[in-house]
């Protein structure tokens, strides 16, 4: 090889490890490069590690300082909670499922009077022990062993009732364990000592006010008797002595007597009922009566009062409905009584009505009836409306002055309305008038529907003289519904000028203004209207009847008049009216007015007796008079009743005490007993027993009549069910007394009325 070449060689092999170096050159640069690219990134990441590291380190320095926080108020929170628990009056303890104590405040280790082993662990059953253990718990009539089994169960229930126990110094605790979802058991035991040392006072209390009620209903039964037995003496004779012949003047004393005496027996059975409401005792007696005789009962009662101020008393009771129910019509009577007496005596002037509706449900036979009691009285200022069924409340008139009463008739009224279901109300206007009103459910008894009565075809027209316009629209709606045409008129003067011959019937008011229901009949014959007939209503029904009122008029009414009466009235004077003499000039109607009815029931005083009395011969009347027993202790009552039997035809014998009773039953053979309750030796019920005990196995019973003073203590229940078969309450009535012996007179003996068979012979010859 030549040199040349070797150069040549040389030079290619020095360019190639040169471009080799060149290569290797690129290549480490670009290792480099990316080397430093790799650092780079590493340190951004290395970086970012020890940001987030930092991050961390704070976050769990932040978590260290909050849980720290969190305990502390979590050590504060249990530390102030125990520190209440133990503050607690009452004990307070957890425990476990298992029943192991986990803790409990000072109050409740407190029970266990300082036993070192009542501490955290011990168990419920172990405490059970303990107590009965160590006399810390009063078991009462229980043994240990049984209380322990008691309370033992009862803390194994899902949900253990409340007990109370009573620990060995007398205090009483209430425990109350509530069970938890996982099974733990907070117990408290309640501290109720003062609460049962205040119960059994409140017992003890309750025990001495029953027994005070208890002795206050026995003053007032005994004070109703002491009360009773002298006004008996004094209501009794002022009644007599009203028959006997007096001056005006002795009259009125004895009138004065007797309303004065009557006033306060109203005060005594209002404050006699009140107590006995106020003490639960008074009790409602259902029975059957008659709606409106009832009101026109109250009526008659307050006529006299109303009378005497120039009142008219007037009654409205709806024609479609009916009369009869069932309830209690003594407490009725006295609702209408206290609410119709009250408008009659608070009212000067002008009228006082009472209005009865009602709605009947034909599903049940109930009946709402609705009574209103309206008066044109002084009124009730409007903010005293809210209290005038209170207790002791009355209204003032302008004067000032309260009206005498006791002040509870009205409380007493709205306690019995409420006793029977129903409500009361009222509403006034100061001046105007009052309207009390009340509604009670009672049942029907007998026909729901109230039909009317056909009236003669020859009573087609009837002229209504009457001066109070309201009475007047009461009586004319009346007749309407009847189908009667009626004209009205409001004096003689004005009745004289409305008659036509088509005119039937006049029904005209006793007393009118200027020209009274008497003269205007005599006007009437005098004008030639003697086929009219004249029909009055008197608001003194019962007052003499002069021959020639017989001969001027058909009948007399009560004013405002029963339904049944006038219906009755009607139906006879227009069937009279029909006959022969219908137009002659002496009118048959005139000789139909009999003397006047007694009191009770009322009665038409027009009635004419269906057939004549045919006089008995003197062979054939009976061998005695009706025998009377009287069992009576007190002197001035057995005058009373001697006075008040004085004009009967009776053999009337008196007993001292229940003993003779018995004694002149068996003697005198009474046909009639009136037995006073309140006797020495032996009382009115014992000797009614005695007498049914004689009685018995003989088919003999005589009626026996109680007599008593007693309102509270002598009630009808208890007196009915020692035998006897009424009951009558002191002072007693002439009335009710004659009654009484009237309504049980046995057949075949002589007349009780001394008069009764002249009476009859009299009554025979007129017809």
């Not at 290569?23 to 990441?45: C, I, M």
């Not at 043994?143 to 899902?158: I, N, P, T, V």
């Not at 006034?428 to 009565?453: H, M, N, W």
């Not at 203590?713 to 006897?724: F, Q, R, V, W, Y």
Request: overall charge negative.
């Amino acid at each position: 090889m030549s040199l040349a070449d070797k150069l040549a060689e040389e030079r290619r092999a020095r360019l190639a490890a040169e471009r080799l170096l060149e290569l290797k050159q690129a290549e480490l640069s670009a290792a480099n490069r990316k080397l430093g690219r790799h650092a780079l990134a590493l340190t951004k990441q290395i970086g970012q590690t020890q940001a987030e590291v930092a991050t961390v380190r704070d976050e769990n320095a932040k978590v260290k300082s909050d849980l720290h926080t969190a305990n502390e108020k979590i050590e504060t929170a249990e530390r102030r909670l125990w520190h209440s628990i133990q503050a607690f009056q009452d004990g307070f303890a957890f425990f476990d499922a298992a029943g192991h104590l986990i803790g409990a405040n000072t109050a409740y280790l407190n029970i266990f009077d300082g036993l070192e082993e009542v501490t955290p662990g011990i168990t419920y059953e172990r405490i059970l022990e303990l107590m009965t253990d160590e006399g810390l718990i009063n078991t009462g009539s229980m043994k240990a062993g049984e209380w322990h089994a008691m309370m033992s169960e009862r803390w194994q229930s899902d949900s253990p009732e409340p007990v109370v126990v009573q620990l060995w110094d007398e205090r009483y605790l209430r425990l109350i364990d509530q069970r938890g979802h996982g099974g733990d058991v907070v117990t408290l035991a309640l501290d109720i000592t003062s609460t049962v040392r205040y119960e059994q006072e409140l017992q003890d209390a309750r025990a001495r006010a029953e027994a005070a009620n208890r002795a206050k209903s026995a003053f007032l039964a005994n004070m109703s008797h002491e009360i009773r037995t002298p006004m008996n003496g004094v209501v009794g004779m002022a009644e007599l002595l009203n028959d006997t012949d007096l001056d005006d003047e002795q009259r009125l004393y004895a009138k004065t007597i007797k309303n004065s005496g009557e006033a306060l027996l109203v005060i005594i059975n209002d404050v006699l009922d009140y107590s006995k409401i106020e003490a639960d005792k008074l009790e409602l007696h259902p029975q059957e009566f008659d709606l409106e005789r009832s009101l026109h009962e109250v009526v008659m009662l307050l006529q006299p009062t109303a009378r005497d101020k120039g009142l008219a008393l007037l009654v409205d009771y709806d024609l479609f409905l009916p009369t009869r129910f069932t309830g209690d019509p003594g407490r009725i009577r006295q609702v209408l009584t206290n609410l119709a007496g009250n408008a009659v005596k608070f009212t000067r002037q002008g009228h006082v009505t009472l209005r009865v509706t009602g709605i009947t449900s034909p599903e049940d036979g109930q009946c709402a009836v609705h009574v209103t009691i309206e008066d044109t009285g002084i009124g009730i200022p409007a903010e005293k409306l809210e209290h005038v069924f209170g207790e002791f409340n009355q209204v003032e008139d302008e004067r000032n002055r309260k009206f005498e009463g006791t002040g509870l008739g009205l409380a007493i009224s709205k306690r019995l309305i409420e006793m029977m279901g129903g409500e009361i109300w009222v509403d006034s206007e100061e001046g105007k008038g009052s309207c009390f009103g009340f509604r009670l459910p009672l049942p029907v008894a007998g026909a729901s529907e109230q039909t009317l009565p056909k009236m003669p075809g020859s009573l087609r027209h009837v002229l209504l003289v009457d001066d109070v316009p309201l009475n007047c629209e009461i009586l004319q709606n009346h007749l309407q519904m009847l189908g009667l045409q009626v004209t009205t008129a409001g004096t003689a003067a004005e009745a004289l000028a409305a008659m036509q011959g088509g005119i039937s019937l006049v029904l005209s008011g006793h007393n009118l203004p200027g020209l009274d229901g008497l003269q205007l009949a005599r006007d009437l014959r005098s004008y030639g209207w003697t086929g009219v007939p004249v029909l009055l209503l008197n608001s003194s029904p019962h007052a003499a009847i002069g021959s020639d009122m017989r001969q001027l008029v058909s009948g007399v009414l009560q004013s405002p008049a029963p339904r049944g009466d006038l219906f009755s009235q009607l139906a006879r004077l227009g069937s009279e009216t029909a006959g022969p003499d219908a137009s002659g000039a002496a009118a048959a109607p005139v000789a139909a007015a009999p003397a006047p009815p007694p009191a009770v029931p009322p009665v038409p005083a027009a009635a004419v007796p269906t057939a004549p009395a045919t006089p008995a011969a003197a062979a054939d009347a009976p061998a005695r008079k009706m025998r009377v027993l009287a069992a009576e202790d007190n002197k001035t009552n057995q005058l009373v009743f001697r006075k008040i039997v004085k004009e009967l035809n009776i053999e009337l014998q008196f007993a001292g005490n229940g003993l003779e009773a018995v004694e002149a039953y068996q003697t005198f053979r009474p046909d009639l007993i009136f037995m006073d309750i309140s006797m020495p030796m032996m009382d009115g019920k014992e000797a009614t027993m005695e007498i049914r005990r004689l009685e018995a196995g003989t088919g003999s019973h005589v009626p026996v009549v109680a007599l008593t003073a007693h309102a509270m203590s002598g009630d009808s229940e208890g007196i009915l069910a020692a035998g006897l078969d009424h009951y009558l309450t002191k002072p007693l009535r002439k009335a009710m007394i004659h009654d009484q012996i009237r309504s049980h007179a046995p057949a075949g003996i002589q007349p009780v009325e001394a008069d009764e068979t002249s009476a009859k012979a009299a009554s025979g010859g007129a017809h």
